[in-house]
């Protein structure tokens, strides 16, 4: 697909981008070859091939799940201003 210098002036409108007159060819090729580049991936044959999350074989690492650290919740709600059953009361915003 070519795109012609008022297709380029009708992008540059939507998109709000100003071009000078200098900067229409160059932009008009610039579309137009990207264009052509998406119409070729369209033409590849793509359906024996699987969809894919990530193109490559690959697993998450992991560390083991394991505690590091020893339960402080009572000494961070014992300067709490108010608590309840484990949960900090705050006071309600929305009505």
Known sequence: MSLDR???????HLARIALSEDDIPA???KLSGILELID?????????V???AHPL???QRLRADE???HNQREAY???APATEAGL?????VIE
Request: proline letters at 6%.
């Open 77 to 79: 709600q014992a300067i």
């Open 50 to 52: 699987a969809p894919l």
């Open 27 to 29: 932009t008009t090729a």
């Open 40 to 48: 070729k991936m369209q033409a590849v044959d793509t359906s024996a």
């Open 88 to 92: 900090y009361l705050v006071p309600k």
């Open 67 to 69: 505690v590091t650290e």
């Open 6 to 12: 008022t297709d380029v002036e009708k992008i540059a």
């Open 57 to 59: 074989e690959t697993t």
